[in-house]
C-alpha cells in the first residue's frame, strides 16, 4: 500500500504537485487589492481549476478564508463531505430533484431569475440563496432592467436571501468600449441595489469581482470577489501576465515518470500512424501519462514539449490515451524511472498553463481545469 506521507514523486506515474506557499503567496497579493470590506470568495469549481478543490480549499480554510463558490452541488457536496467550513455558493443552476442536498449540506444557491426562484420558493423549506442579476453577459441572472422581478424574488418566504450578485465579461482588456461596457455594468448592478433599498429591501452582501475585475477595477467594491484564475497564480493568457503588476506565483505543477528509453534507427517510426519518422538516429522516452490526462492530444508530433533534466524534449508522435512519446536525443543520461516536467520548472527551463495554452489556441484556464481525475495531488 502506498504510504500517504510519502512524496508522490516516489511512486506515482504521472501527479500534480501544489506549491502550498505559492498559494499563501497569491492570497496575500490578491488581499492586498480588495476594495474595502471586501472578502475573498474563492472560485474552486472544476476541482479548483484542476488543482484539486479539496486540498486547495482545506488549505484556504486554514488561512481564515470562509467562503467559495463552485459550479454544481455535486462539487459543494465533495467540499463538506471533506470537512470544509464555511459558506459554499453554487454558481450554477441545480435540479429541483436535488434541492434536498442543498438543505442537507448547508449550501448557498444562486438564483438564475425568477422563474427558478419560483420553483425553488416551492421546495417548501428555506434555503439560502444569492441572487444572480443578469447585468449584461446574458447568462445566468435575472436582468438587471426588471425591477419588478427582481423585488418579487425578495418576497418569496422561503428564500433566505444572503446575497445579489452579477458577473463581468469585459474586464479584461483596457480596449475602451470593454471598459465602456464594463463601467455600465456596475452601474447598472449598483443601481438596482439602491433601487431595491429604495423599496425597502434588506440588501445582502453584492459582489461582481472575478480575478480581472479585482485586478483592473478593483475600485468597483463589492462584499466578496470571486478569485479562480489568479489564485491560482496563472492569468488566461502569457500577455495578460506580462501587463499585470501582481507577483503572482503559479501553485501547479504537473509530472511524469519516463517508463522507456528507445533508440530509432533513422527510417524507423514511433507511435499511433506512423506519424514520427527518424530522420537519424534518435534517442525516445516514453512518459507515463497521456490525454486522458488531461495534456491536449493536439500538443503531438512537435507542437508541445516537456522538461527533462533542465532540457526541452519535443512531443514526438501523436500523444495517445495514457502515454506519450519525447525526443531526448540531446539529453544524456536520461534513465527509466526519471521525471518529466509537463507544466513547471526544471533547472532554468519552464513550461507554464499558458504556453500550452498558446499552442492549443485557448486559455489557461482550459488546459488546468482539465486536468485528469487519474493524476494524484499532493501540497508540497
Ligand atoms: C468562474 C467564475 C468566477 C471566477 O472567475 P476567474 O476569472 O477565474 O476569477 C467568478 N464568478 C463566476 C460567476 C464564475 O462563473
Redesign the pocket.
Known amino acids: 500500500m502506498p504510504n500517504k506521507t510519502e512524496p508522490i514523486f516516489c511512486r506515482s506515474r504521472a501527479w500534480i504537485e501544489l506549491d502550498r506557499e505559492a498559494l499563501h503567496h497569491n492570497v496575500e497579493e490578491l488581499q492586498k487589492l480588495l476594495p474595502n470590506g471586501c472578502e475573498l470568495m474563492p472560485?474552486v469549481?472544476?476541482n479548483a481549476?484542476g488543482h484539486g478543490a479539496v486540498l486547495i480549499s482545506r488549505e484556504l480554510n486554514r488561512l481564515g478564508i470562509k467562503a467559495f463558490?463552485v459550479?454544481t452541488v455535486s462539487e459543494g457536496i465533495e467540499l463538506r463531505e471533506n470537512g470544509i467550513v464555511g459558506e459554499i455558493l453554487v454558481?450554477?443552476y441545480t435540479h429541483p430533484m436535488q434541492f434536498p442536498l442543498l438543505k442537507r449540506y448547508d449550501l448557498t444557491q444562486?438564483v438564475i431569475d425568477l422563474p427558478y426562484a419560483e420553483i425553488l420558493n416551492k421546495y417548501g423549506q428555506k434555503v439560502k440563496v444569492h441572487i444572480?442579476v443578469d447585468t449584461g453577459m446574458h447568462?445566468?441572472g435575472e436582468p438587471c432592467k426588471n425591477i419588478e422581478n427582481i423585488c418579487k424574488i425578495f418576497r418569496l418566504p422561503n428564500l433566505k436571501i444572503e446575497g445579489i450578485?452579477t458577473?463581468l465579461c469585459a474586464d479584461?482588456t483596457d480596449l475602451p468600449k470593454d471598459r465602456t461596457f464594463t463601467l455600465e455594468q456596475s452601474r447598472a448592478f449598483y443601481s438596482t441595489i439602491s433601487q431595491l433599498k429604495e423599496r425597502g429591501f434588506e440588501c445582502p452582501k453584492a459582489h461582481l469581482l472575478?480575478?480581472?475585475?479585482?485586478i483592473n477595477y478593483s475600485e468597483l467594491g463589492g462584499d466578496y470577489a470571486?478569485?479562480?484564475?489568479?489564485?491560482y497564480g496563472v492569468l488566461?493568457t502569457e500577455a495578460d501576465r506580462k501587463c499585470c503588476s501582481l507577483s503572482l506565483r503559479p501553485v501547479l505543477s504537473v509530472k511524469a515518470r519516463v517508463t522507456a528509453l528507445k533508440t530509432l534507427q533513422k527510417g524507423e517510426t514511433a507511435g499511433y500512424g506512423l506519424q514520427f519518422v527518424a530522420d537519424c538516429d534518435t534517442k525516445i522516452a516514453v512518459l507515463a501519462i497521456g490525454y486522458a490526462d488531461g495534456i491536449p492530444r493536439s500538443l503531438s508530433c512537435g507542437i508541445g514539449n516537456v522538461l527533462i533534466k533542465g532540457s526541452k524534449a519535443p512531443i514526438i508522435g501523436r500523444i495517445c490515451m495514457d502515454q506519450m512519446l519525447v525526443d531526448i536525443s540531446h539529453i544524456p543520461n536520461v534513465k527509466s524511472g526519471d521525471i518529466a516536467v509537463i507544466i513547471g520548472q526544471s533547472g532554468d527551463e519552464k513550461i507554464t498553463a499558458c504556453d500550452l495554452a498558446e499552442q492549443t489556441v485557448t486559455i489557461s484556464?482550459e488546459i488546468l481545469s482539465r486536468l485528469g481525475e487519474r493524476l494524484e495531488r499532493q501540497l508540497i
Open positions: 472560485a469549481k472544476a481549476y463558490c459550479a454558481l450554477g444562486t444572480a447568462r445566468l450578485y458577473h479584461d472575478a480575478s480581472y475585475g479585482l470571486r478569485i479562480g484564475i489568479a489564485l488566461s484556464n
